[in-house]
């Protein structure tokens, strides 16, 4: 029952993970005891970009500042719909400064930034989906900034509570598939609220649901243009999912970027 999916070109900004590190640890994945591997971290981010690139997707980079490890994780520095930039206010004191040399990119690239008043962290939790912003918390991004989102981009934001600390940003636990009228979802059920379950079963009927094994293999911070999915290559079950819904896994491993708690998602900021 494949329908036929059509790509669409993107453009995306990421930080290449020069500095990375896992120093401190804000999530379950991080053990700052456990040693990482630079070289391999900024190999497998290079074949991210490149697959990015030959994909069609165009790359920006911002540069990367020594003594902040996360910055490689793009997608929390903001969201952007219709060129709007709705910037980060981070929950953890070790990443607030990466707001900074995200917001001085945005700015010199021509645009202005919204500076938030409440916790909020980019793509991590809010997800532009077109019909609506999905937007996270329980971790990070609070319900005041799911307000302060709506009011800015004048787009329906539908709160939805996570409630597993492995997926402490929506975008492991959920992402886009096709838009318009092929607007659809990838989600891990059991990483919600059950009311939140239930109010994605209801937007989002025809969804492609993921196990656990998916999830913790980072399946679920992926990248879809609306035919290829960019994904971590673990996510095997998932991605027979896909394939049958007419979608071509695009398998890339950022297994050394995974000790710090990310994936192809985070490392990639969507400016729309
Ligand atoms: N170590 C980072 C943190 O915990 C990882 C961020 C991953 N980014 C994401 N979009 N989920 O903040």
């Given at each position: 029952?494949?329908?036929?999916?059509?790509?669409?070109?993107?453009?995306?900004?990421?930080?290449?993970?020069?500095?990375?590190?896992?120093?401190?640890?804000?999530?379950?994945?991080?053990?700052?005891?456990?040693?990482?591997?630079?070289?391999?971290?900024?190999?497998?981010?290079?074949?991210?970009?490149?697959?990015?690139?030959?994909?069609?997707?165009?790359?920006?980079?911002?540069?990367?500042?020594?003594?902040?490890?996360?910055?490689?994780?793009?997608?929390?520095?903001?969201?952007?719909?219709?060129?709007?930039?709705?910037?980060?206010?981070?929950?953890?004191?070790?990443?607030?400064?990466?707001?900074?040399?995200?917001?001085?990119?945005?700015?010199?690239?021509?645009?202005?930034?919204?500076?938030?008043?409440?916790?909020?962290?980019?793509?991590?939790?809010?997800?532009?989906?077109?019909?609506?912003?999905?937007?996270?918390?329980?971790?990070?991004?609070?319900?005041?900034?799911?307000?302060?989102?709506?009011?800015?981009?004048?787009?329906?934001?539908?709160?939805?509570?996570?409630?597993d600390p492995y997926f402490y940003h929506?975008?492991?636990?959920?992402?886009?598939?096709?838009?318009?009228?092929?607007?659809?979802?990838?989600?891990?059920?059991?990483?919600?609220?059950?009311?939140?379950?239930?109010?994605?079963?209801?937007?989002?009927?025809?969804?492609?649901?993921?196990?656990?094994?998916?999830?913790?293999?980072?399946?679920?911070?992926?990248?879809?243009?609306?035919?290829?999915?960019?994904?971590?290559?673990?996510?095997?079950?998932?991605?027979?999912?896909?394939?049958?819904?007419?979608?071509?896994?695009?398998?890339?491993?950022?297994?050394?970027?995974?000790?710090?708690?990310?994936?192809?998602?985070?490392?990639?900021?969507?400016?729309?």
């Open positions: 029952m494949s329908e036929s999916r059509v790509p669409r070109r993107r453009r995306f900004l990421v930080c290449e993970p020069r500095h990375f590190a896992v120093q401190y640890a804000i999530n379950p994945w991080m053990h700052p005891d456990i040693r990482v591997d630079v070289d391999l971290a900024q190999e497998q981010w290079r074949s991210l970009v490149h697959t990015y690139r030959v994909h069609g997707h165009t790359v920006d980079t911002v540069e990367p500042v020594p003594g902040l490890p996360d910055m490689v994780f793009a997608a929390n520095s903001a969201v952007v719909v219709d060129g709007r930039v709705f910037g980060s206010l981070f929950h953890a004191p070790e990443r607030r400064p990466e707001s900074l040399h995200y917001d001085t990119w945005f700015k010199a690239s021509g645009y202005d930034v919204h500076r938030p008043e409440s916790v909020c962290e980019g793509e991590g939790d809010l997800v532009p989906t077109g019909r609506y912003v999905l937007a996270g918390t329980g971790f990070r991004t609070t319900r005041e900034a799911h307000h302060e989102v709506q009011e800015f981009f004048g787009v329906p934001v539908i709160g939805l509570t996570l409630v929506l975008d492991t636990a959920l992402f886009v598939l096709g838009e318009g009228a092929a607007e659809n979802i990838a989600y891990y059920p059991d990483a919600f609220s059950p009311g939140s379950r239930e109010v994605l079963r209801r937007l989002y009927p025809d969804a492609v649901e993921a196990t656990r094994e998916d999830a913790m293999a980072f399946g679920l911070n992926s990248v879809c243009d609306g035919l290829h999915v960019f994904m971590s290559p673990d996510a095997t079950a998932l991605a027979g999912r896909l394939a049958d819904r007419g979608y071509v896994p695009v398998p890339v491993d950022l297994s050394e970027l995974r000790k710090a708690g990310g994936g192809v998602k985070c490392c990639t900021q969507e400016i729309r």
